[in-house]
Protein backbone atom coordinates (compact mmCIF):
# COMPACT_ATOMS: atom_id res chain seq x y z
CA UNK A 1 0.00 0.00 0.00
CA UNK A 2 3.29 2.24 0.10
CA UNK A 3 3.02 2.81 -3.50
CA UNK A 4 -0.57 4.34 -3.21
CA UNK A 5 1.16 7.46 -0.94
CA UNK A 6 4.19 7.28 -2.96
CA UNK A 7 1.73 8.23 -6.02
CA UNK A 8 -0.24 10.47 -4.18
CA UNK A 9 3.41 12.76 -4.06
CA UNK A 10 3.71 12.53 -7.84
CA UNK A 11 5.07 15.73 -9.46
CA UNK A 12 2.52 14.15 -12.36
CA UNK A 13 -0.82 15.91 -11.89
CA UNK A 14 -2.89 12.90 -13.29
CA UNK A 15 -0.93 10.58 -11.13
CA UNK A 16 -1.52 12.56 -8.07
CA UNK A 17 -5.17 13.23 -8.46
CA UNK A 18 -5.83 9.46 -9.23
CA UNK A 19 -3.70 8.29 -6.28
CA UNK A 20 -5.46 10.78 -3.42
CA UNK A 21 -8.82 9.94 -4.81
CA UNK A 22 -8.23 6.04 -4.50
CA UNK A 23 -6.87 6.94 -0.66
CA UNK A 24 -9.79 9.22 0.14
CA UNK A 25 -11.91 6.11 -1.30
CA UNK A 26 -9.87 3.84 1.30
CA UNK A 27 -10.70 6.26 4.17
CA UNK A 28 -14.49 6.02 3.27
CA UNK A 29 -14.77 2.42 3.10
CA UNK A 30 -12.79 2.08 6.28
CA UNK A 31 -15.12 4.50 8.13
CA UNK A 32 -18.31 2.33 6.81
CA UNK A 33 -19.20 5.20 4.55
CA UNK A 34 -19.38 3.47 1.41
CA UNK A 35 -20.17 -0.36 0.91
CA UNK A 36 -17.46 -2.68 -0.44
CA UNK A 37 -19.07 -3.28 -3.67
CA UNK A 38 -19.22 0.56 -3.79
CA UNK A 39 -15.75 1.03 -3.01
CA UNK A 40 -14.43 -1.54 -5.63
CA UNK A 41 -15.98 -0.17 -8.38
CA UNK A 42 -15.14 3.47 -7.63
CA UNK A 43 -11.59 2.25 -7.02
CA UNK A 44 -12.06 0.11 -10.81
CA UNK A 45 -13.55 3.39 -12.41
CA UNK A 46 -10.42 5.68 -11.36
CA UNK A 47 -8.09 3.65 -12.93
CA UNK A 48 -10.83 2.52 -16.13
CA UNK A 49 -12.14 5.64 -17.63
CA UNK A 50 -10.69 6.70 -21.61
CA UNK A 51 -9.22 9.70 -19.74
CA UNK A 52 -6.74 8.03 -18.06
CA UNK A 53 -5.47 6.27 -21.40
CA UNK A 54 -5.18 10.16 -22.59
CA UNK A 55 -3.39 11.80 -19.75
CA UNK A 56 -1.13 8.89 -19.05
CA UNK A 57 2.30 9.80 -21.02
CA UNK A 58 4.36 7.26 -18.48
CA UNK A 59 3.06 3.76 -19.07
CA UNK A 60 5.21 2.74 -16.07
CA UNK A 61 3.36 5.29 -14.03
CA UNK A 62 0.05 4.00 -15.46
CA UNK A 63 1.11 0.44 -14.41
CA UNK A 64 2.05 1.45 -11.33
CA UNK A 65 -1.15 2.90 -10.49
CA UNK A 66 -3.51 0.48 -11.61
CA UNK A 67 -1.42 -2.45 -9.60
CA UNK A 68 -1.67 -0.34 -6.40
CA UNK A 69 -5.52 0.67 -7.34
CA UNK A 70 -6.09 -2.96 -7.79
CA UNK A 71 -3.99 -3.72 -4.69
CA UNK A 72 -6.81 -1.63 -2.42
CA UNK A 73 -9.61 -3.20 -3.84
CA UNK A 74 -8.49 -6.65 -2.89
CA UNK A 75 -8.03 -5.47 0.78
CA UNK A 76 -11.84 -6.06 0.72
Do not use: C, F
Request: glycine share 2%; charged share 25%.
Amino acid sequence: MSDIYQLAQSDKPWVAQRAQMALELQAQYSNGQISPDEYKELLEDLVRTDVLDSEADDMHTKTMLVYAVYGLAQVV
